[in-house]
């Protein structure tokens, strides 16, 4: 695979973080972006203190989407509406990797999945980019796995989505992170299942102490 200009839309939470270093050390070039430019370029210069040889920058959401080859939506399920609508224009013919898993968390319950009108946050998300290649992964991926450069992950990828080329590109990228495999999940509908089960290993990982993730056995 080439290298490829990936941007990451609110790039400066953990799951944001945790994906843009594991890109970088593969020689990705990276944009972090962020609502203000100074969060996205702090970011930024925490990624080149992990992998000084990365192409590492950032700045406004708006800014860091330019030019991108693939672009990696990392906020919460409450900022996707307004976030996507700023967005539109700038990311037409971009293939996006939506990452957002819709979720509340209630005392005494934990983790629980949030009911999305739209069936799915990625098929919420296609709709409000009907000129973009919309995919869906790496819900269910531990940060903190992410971070921890020195190890691999152990985990698989499901990867949904209806533009094939889009996301066979997103189960290479999937496949370039230590330890892990990318896997065919289907229509961009099952996105909705995979979102869901997010919910249960955050649920798990609070119950057992630990940092849980998923393998597909079988295939």
């Not at 290298?3 to 953990?14: D, L, Q």
């Not at 203000?36 to 992990?50: C, H, P, Q």
């Not at 971070?147 to 698989?156: A, H, I, Q, T, W």
């Amino acid at each position: 695979m080439t290298n490829k200009k990936i941007a990451f839309v609110g790039g400066t939470g953990p799951e944001g973080i945790g994906l843009a270093l594991r890109m970088a050390t593969v020689g990705h070039e990276i944009m972090i972006g962020s609502r203000t430019d100074e969060r996205g370029k702090e970011v930024a210069e925490r990624i080149l203190s992990d992998v000084p040889e990365a192409k590492v920058d950032g700045g406004s959401n708006k800014a860091a989407v330019v030019g991108a080859d693939v672009v990696f939506l990392t906020f919460p399920y409450a900022g996707q509406e307004e976030t996507l609508s700023i967005l539109a224009d700038d990311l037409k013919d971009v293939v996006i990797c939506n990452v957002v898993a819709p979720l509340n968390f209630v005392k005494g319950v934990g983790a629980v999945a949030q009911s999305v009108p739209g069936n799915s946050a990625a098929e919420e998300a296609a709709l409000a980019l009907p000129n973009s290649r919309v995919v869906s992964a790496f819900q269910n991926m531990s940060a903190e796995k992410l971070m921890e450069l020195d190890k691999p992950v152990e985990s698989d990828v499901l990867v949904c989505g209806d533009d094939r080329e889009a996301k066979e590109l997103v189960i290479e990228l999937a496949n370039q992170i230590d330890g892990v495999r990318g896997l065919d999940g289907g229509a961009l509908s099952n996105s909705r299942y995979v979102e869901m089960l997010t919910s249960l290993l955050i649920n798990l990982n609070r119950l057992h102490k630990t940092q849980t993730s998923i393998r597909v056995v079988g295939l």
